[in-house]
């Protein structure tokens, strides 16, 4: 079983500054990790992933993130955010060798971009 | 391509009515999900389908049952509605990696 911890329920930030939104997860298996985006009133969105190889990975919308495998970490990072980033943002995990590709999500981190 | 749809997108049950939520995917995957979406909790998985004619319990699954129609469609089913199953409820397709999402619908339960 995996479980998936986001540290900030709530992250407030100014528009053009920098963010870091973290993320650690915990498993008995190998994952691969994911970063989804929730607009207010939508679907989720993806906005990154990591299966395998490079640990940095760039997803769309400008915002990167690293896997750590020896941190059990998976932090997603954006240099300069716009108002248009304020949404919900999820991490999630899925399996990788049962096949069984449901996803376990954190608890959401609420990022307010203010002007 | 539509992608994930799903209907309807709002409903407002009473305790013990029953209700089916429609979930229909156009990507021809395999694998199809539906998860609930609770404040504070983020998404937590009710069942899931890896492939047609096969369903299985996900992390929440009392209360609810699921059919698997056919490879593009995968309903959820409320017997007797709790005020506990108010949620936004969403539906996913996955074929190797990503999931897919659908815009969700938002059930409350008086």
């Known amino acids: 079983a995996q479980s998936v911890t986001q540290l900030d329920s709530q992250v407030p930030v100014f528009e053009e500054a920098p963010v870091e939104l973290r993320c650690n997860y915990s498993?008995?298996?190998?994952?691969?990790l994911f970063w989804y985006v929730q607009y207010p009133n939508q679907g989720l969105q993806l906005l990154l992933k990591?299966?395998?190889?490079?640990?940095l990975v760039k997803g769309i919308n400008g915002f990167e993130a690293e896997f750590n495998k020896s941190q059990t970490s998976f932090h997603l990072r954006k240099p300069s955010v716009h108002i248009s980033d304020t949404a919900e943002y999820f991490c999630?995990?899925?399996?990788?060798?049962?096949?069984?590709?449901?996803?376990?999500f954190g608890s959401g981190t609420r990022l307010q971009v203010q002007p | 391509n539509a992608g994930v749809t799903q209907t309807p997108k709002f409903q407002v049950l009473k305790t013990g009515q029953s209700m089916t939520l429609q979930c229909a995917q156009d990507m021809n995957h395999n694998s199809m999900y539906w998860y609930r979406q609770d404040p504070g909790m983020g998404l937590r998985l009710i069942y899931y389908s890896a492939s047609e004619g096969t369903t299985d319990k996900g992390e929440v699954p009392n209360g609810y049952n699921v059919s698997r129609l056919n490879k593009r469609e995968f309903s959820l089913r409320l017997e007797s509605a709790a005020p506990s199953q108010t949620s936004v409820y969403f539906c996913?397709?996955?074929?190797?990696?990503?999931?897919?999402f659908g815009p969700g619908t938002r059930l409350t339960v008086l």
């Open positions: 996913a397709s996955s074929e190797v990696s990503e999931q897919f």
């Open positions: 498993s008995s298996v190998s994952v691969y």
């Open positions: 990591y299966l395998s190889g490079s640990t």
């Open positions: 999630a995990v899925s399996e990788v060798d049962t096949g069984r590709r449901a996803l376990t």
